[in-house]
């Protein structure tokens, strides 16, 4: 018998109901992995220590009989951006260190409702800003499959926990391409959802017309069930849509319809030799295993996506993030330094005679506020706070915001044509395998331009997901993204299912041995 840690979510809930496992069986194993392989991996930012409690619970309401879930009991990992009241949510910032919500988000609280364990808060890149996890304030997440390789951002945590058995399945959110980034990164399946599909009441706003939580796993099942789970229309969140949620684990089951999938041939072009060789390899099961058809498409307007992306995305921040201020809550700079080093430069002004100096000086409170947000903000987020409060300033707003808004408009008509001539949107989700930790963060161009292929889905609103589709000879998972149209969530984990019962890449486990050493066989992996 395989050991718990290695068995889906699904797996899991029907042991539970069968009554061969308990909760608390369960949660122990995942947390004792927790603690063996964490201090590495740095999946993990904090460790829920209700957990085992919470289990218990579960299994003393399954004993007395009443009617539960057959998940209640699964344990989850949540990204540390998704508000819980019972548990810190940082953020992965020295803002937000020691904040807890006085609420949990929505999908917290379904997944309470249904009985789900939460196991911890995983690591992410600060604020969600970054495509590496190494913007954490807390230090980065580490690949499993190679200890020096990123996880990818900014879901690296959630991708980290579920890729290296730490979690049985995880919840990330994605702005522009942070679940399907670190899910190609770590071998696992992450679907960013339809704007609009899962409510984001309680998630820490990054840039909102963008942001949408979704599920990581390593089956399509694992992650329909908890989209299933999430999904659905929410009074407090007035960008939810109002819809029915289907039953996304009977349809995934059901045979595939004759399939139109289209491909971009500027994406491969632009690929490192063994991603084109995995994505192509990826489009002949689909043809040949799955009875598709693969027709060329075009997205004419995908050249200008990370610019457009990164004139909205910093925009938006700007203008979510000037809530941290110090003052309502979260990190606030020492006021007696402040106001020290205010009376010293008021002094050294005086001596010199400047007294026009000394009356212009900056009042205490916005002392405060400056050195609140110095001190608190970390590089990469006071980077896009400045590029997007530069944006919006007067004189810029029409030749930069303005008109990226208009270009966003053309990238959402580009997949609107496309999807007229095809059923979904084959393609890589990044040109190369997971780089290595330090590579990129002296250029932030480079790390921006790692998003290539992820942020037309975000300035669209369309849902996609990356699943795993070949390893490098280095052993590095490879990951194949999927566009479908607005709400076509069911196909992508229909056409999903049906790829992963041809190939066996998401069955693949990283090598993690004792002392977190981390060794590989020729193929970088172990079944």
């Not at 989850?76 to 919500?101: E, H, V």
């Not at 980065?140 to 900014?154: L, Q, V």
């Not at 999430?230 to 995934?252: F, H, K, L, M």
């Not at 966003?408 to 001539?421: G, K, N, P, S, T």
Request: aromatic share 8%; hydrophobic share 40%.
């Amino acid at each position: 018998m395989a050991p718990i840690w290695k068995a889906s979510a699904w797996e899991l809930s029907q042991q539970l109901a069968q009554g061969t496992l308990s909760s608390e069986e369960i949660t122990r194993e995942f947390l004792q992995r927790i603690e063996q392989y964490n201090d590495s991996l740095g999946a993990f930012i904090h460790v829920n220590p209700q957990a085992l409690e919470q289990a218990r619970q579960v299994d003393q309401r399954r004993r007395r009989g009443e009617e539960l879930p057959p998940w209640a009991g699964v344990p989850i990992a949540l990204k540390d951006n998704l508000c819980t009241s019972d548990q810190p949510t940082t953020c992965a910032s020295r803002m937000l260190q020691d904040y807890i919500s006085p609420f949990d988000a929505t999908v917290v609280k379904r997944l309470r409702s249904q009985g789900l364990v939460v196991l911890g808060k995983t690591n992410l890149d600060e604020f969600a800003m970054g495509s590496s996890n190494e913007t954490s304030f807390f230090g980065p997440a580490r690949n499993p499959w190679a200890e020096d390789r990123s996880p990818g951002g900014s879901s690296g945590g959630s991708a980290v926990a579920v890729a290296s058995g730490l979690a049985p399945w995880s919840l990330g959110s994605d702005t522009g391409g942070s679940i399907r980034l670190p899910a190609a990164f770590c071998g696992v399946l992450g679907l960013k959802p339809t704007y609009g599909r899962v409510s984001r009441w309680g998630l820490v706003a990054f840039a909102s017309s963008l942001d949408q939580i979704g599920p990581l796993a390593r089956s399509a099942l694992d992650a329909a069930l908890l989209l299933e789970l999430i999904a659905g229309p929410d009074e407090r969140d007035s960008t939810c849509v109002n819809q029915p949620v289907p039953r996304y684990c009977q349809v995934i089951q059901q045979p595939l319809p004759k399939l139109r999938i289209g491909w971009v041939p500027e994406q491969l072009e632009a690929l490192e030799p063994e991603v084109q060789q995995a994505v192509q390899q990826a489009l002949k099961v689909l043809r040949q295993q799955l009875g598709a058809e693969l027709r060329e498409v075009r997205l004419p307007h995908a050249r200008f996506a990370v610019a457009t992306y990164y004139i909205i995305a910093p925009s938006e921040a700007s203008s979510n993030l000037a809530r941290y201020d110090g003052i309502h809550f979260g990190y606030r700079a020492n006021e007696q330094e402040v106001l020290a080093a205010l009376r010293q430069e008021a002094q050294r002004l005086a001596q010199a005679g400047d007294h026009q100096a000394v009356q212009e000086l900056d009042s205490p409170l916005v002392r405060l506020y400056r050195a609140t947000r110095s001190q608190g903000f970390g590089t990469e987020v006071k980077r896009r706070i400045m590029l997007g409060t530069y944006a919006l300033s007067a004189g810029y707003y029409d030749q930069y915001y303005l008109k990226a808004l208009k270009v966003r408009r053309l990238i959402r008509q580009d997949y609107l044509d496309a999807f007229e001539q095809v059923d979904l949107i084959a393609g890589p989700v990044a040109s190369s395998a997971a780089f290595a930790l330090g590579e990129k963060t002296q250029d932030p161009l480079s790390m921006y331009l790692v998003d290539l292929f992820t942020v037309g889905a975000n300035l669209a609103g369309i849902p996609a997901l990356s699943l795993p589709c070949g390893f490098t000879g280095e052993g590095l998972p490879l990951g194949l993204q999927l566009q479908g149209p607005l709400f076509s969530e069911a196909l992508l984990l229909q056409v999903a299912h049906h790829f992963q019962l041809h190939t066996d890449y998401h069955i693949r486990w990283p090598q993690l041995t004792e002392g977190n050493q981390r060794t590989h066989d020729r193929n970088g992996c172990q079944q």
